[in-house]
């Protein structure tokens, strides 16, 4: 197919109609960002859902969505339903048709017991038979207590008399006749009549059945029916019984099956209202990890480091919020190392840095030929102090009391993210420690637990190590507390608690070692307690640091610690004047002139 020439007008259809029927079905779309963070980093995906239910009546096109959500599930959830009640229907009604089928074939065997018992009714002496009698009456023949079947009776007293007397006359004629012996008449068998007709492995055909009917008697004729008919009723209502109890066996496996159905759609109910909430939990564990909050480690779902960063830069924002009037918390980053600007020459060792082109057109603006000072331009770096920040976390296991631990927590997040802003090369150590010590990032620090002892003394020594080959000209350490020393570590390196004053003593050894480390600051905030030894130590320590000590509330936290970042100077170092130099006015001279000095700079850029 040819594609029309360009110019053809090809009509294209009109869309102005068509309605937009694409919307989104995600859930945590419908609500602020911010509270999904909060509630996911503070009470974890149930909290998630938690905000789900609580904004859902307020809010419409959440709670549409939900709606929307819920009903697909309980469409798929009851099609779940509907196909094992189906695989039921399907027994039950095999059920059914396997009882029919074995209903009409009893009742077809009935019928022919009922045929074949009026034919054996009309049995006569003489009579050639026929059809499925025949096997009933050599049956009925072959039994072993018919009459027919018996061996003869004994002969009666007058013939063993008579045949006495016949042995003694043939003795006599035999003792005195003279000439050859008489034959003796031949003896007769005692024989059966109906057995000796009936070949063994063989049945009888009508006219052979009929010769050996011929032979019974009335009386053994009679016999013969009531036998047949006898053997014949007794089938039927073998049949009988058991087409009942087939039946019975039938009703039996059709209720049991219904109570089967009836306790399988209650289960698969119950399976199905489970999937659908467990559907709807993957639905929001799904969105929560496509937008990087939660991950999946070892078949627990947990959360990222983008959602602490996330929720730390939301905790910054609420602290800064409630900082007092008069402190002005800077959250944009400074210029750091390697970052240049455009200005005038104050020192010939900036010459190796001269913005030729920009300095030729101030020279040639002056009215000169050649570039001087006061025509150049140089790139001059700007260095932004360097800083190396420690922030430690006492997670004792009374940290783990009244919520003291979650508010430090989010305290040092705050502050963390504050010098990040302010200083985004900075270099940030996160401790924290109770027996042990260890080293964290903001997701561990979020998900620590608490702990043990304080060992106070082996969280300064870490600082110490940290910051004694740092290179920066701004060391800080901030320490978050509740209690005094707890625990020390001894010479082996091994710690031990329980004893208080070697604890102390230990925690003084380390505050007097880190604070050689010049230059420093140190910030202790011990969350207040109605023991006074708590203050006392804690005061002990900052002395030894020449730090400062802030007592207050875990609900405070926060504020306190950036109201002591925020106090801090940020200073940029600039190259020193050349000896024996004054160097040049920065300030820009006044008066028409100087104005427009200032617009020609700004023209070139200066």
Aim: charged residues 30%; proline residues 6%; aromatic residues 4%.
């Amino acid at each position: 197919m040819t594609a029309p020439p360009a110019e053809v007008d090809v009509p294209l259809p009109d869309c102005s109609n068509v309605v937009e029927d694409v919307e989104s079905d995600d859930l945590l779309s419908a609500i602020d960002s911010a509270a999904v963070i909060e509630a996911l980093a503070e009470r974890g995906p149930g909290g998630v859902r938690d905000l789900l239910q609580t904004r859902a009546p307020e809010n419409v096109e959440l709670g549409r969505r939900i709606a929307r959500l819920r009903e697909l599930l309980k469409r798929q959830a009851s099609t779940r339903v509907a196909r094992v009640l189906e695989e039921y229907d399907r027994r039950t009604h095999t059920i059914e048709l396997d009882r029919a089928a074995r209903a009409d074939e009893l009742r077809r065997e009935m019928d022919a017991l009922e045929a074949r018992l009026a034919e054996a009714r009309q049995i006569h002496l003489g009579s050639i038979l026929g059809g499925a009698v025949l096997e009933d009456i050599q049956r009925a023949l072959l039994l072993p207590t018919a009459s027919w079947m018996q061996p003869p009776p004994p002969p009666s007293l007058w013939e063993r008399l008579r045949a006495f007397f016949a042995k003694i006359a043939a003795f006599l004629r035999r003792l005195f006749g003279r000439g050859s012996r008489a034959k003796s008449p031949p003896r007769k068998e005692r024989t059966l009549p109906i057995a000796t007709l009936l070949p063994v492995g063989r049945a009888l055909t009508p006219s052979e059945l009929s010769e050996a009917l011929a032979r019974l008697t009335p009386r053994q004729h009679e016999e013969l029916e009531t036998s047949v008919t006898r053997d014949i009723s007794e089938r039927e209502r073998a049949l009988a019984r058991e087409a009942e109890a087939k039946r019975k066996e039938a009703e039996t496996q059709r209720r049991r099956l219904e109570e089967e159905r009836t306790e399988a759609q209650r289960r698969a109910q119950r399976d199905a209202d489970q999937w659908a909430r467990q559907a709807e939990e993957q639905r929001l564990q799904r969105e929560l990890s496509e937008r990087g909050l939660v991950s999946e480690k070892n078949g627990q779902l947990s959360i990222t480091y983008s959602l602490v960063e996330r929720f730390a830069r939301l905790v910054l924002e609420a602290e800064s919020r409630a900082l007092p009037g008069d402190v002005r918390m800077s959250l944009k980053g400074g210029a750091s190392t390697g970052v240049y600007e455009k200005a005038r020459l104050r020192i010939p060792d900036e010459v190796a840095h001269l913005d030729i082109p920009s300095s030729i057109l101030a020279a040639r603006q002056a009215g000169s030929r050649h570039i001087d000072e006061s025509t150049s331009y140089v790139f001059r770096e700007i260095l932004a102090e360097r800083v190396h920040v420690v922030l430690a976390l006492d997670k004792s296991g009374s940290m783990g009391e009244s919520e003291k631990l979650p508010a430090a927590k989010k305290a040092l997040l705050a502050l963390y993210v504050a010098v990040r802003r302010r200083h985004p090369d900075a270099t940030i150590d996160v401790v924290a420690f109770d027996n042990e010590v260890r080293l964290l990032d903001l997701l561990q620090l979020w998900e620590t637990p608490p702990g043990s002892f304080t060992n106070t003394g082996e969280a300064l020594r870490t600082a110490f190590l940290l910051l004694r080959a740092s290179r920066a000209n701004r060391k800080e350490m901030f320490l978050v507390t509740d209690g005094l020393p707890e625990a020390y570590t001894d010479t082996d390196g091994r710690t031990k608690s329980g004893n208080l004053d070697r604890a102390m003593e230990y925690a003084l050894g380390r505050a007097h070692e880190l604070g050689s480390v010049k230059p420093f600051r140190f910030t202790m905030v011990l969350i207040k307690s109605e023991n006074p030894e708590y203050e006392k130590a804690a005061r002990l320590l900052t002395h030894q640091l020449n730090g400062e000590l802030v007592v207050t509330e875990p609900q405070r936290l926060g504020i306190e610690l950036l109201v002591r970042w925020a106090s801090g100077k940020e200073q940029t170092r600039r190259a020193a004047p050349e000896p024996g130099r004054t160097p040049r006015a920065t300030t820009p001279p006044t008066g028409p002139k100087g104005g427009k000095r200032r617009r020609r700079d700004r023209r070139m850029g200066g």
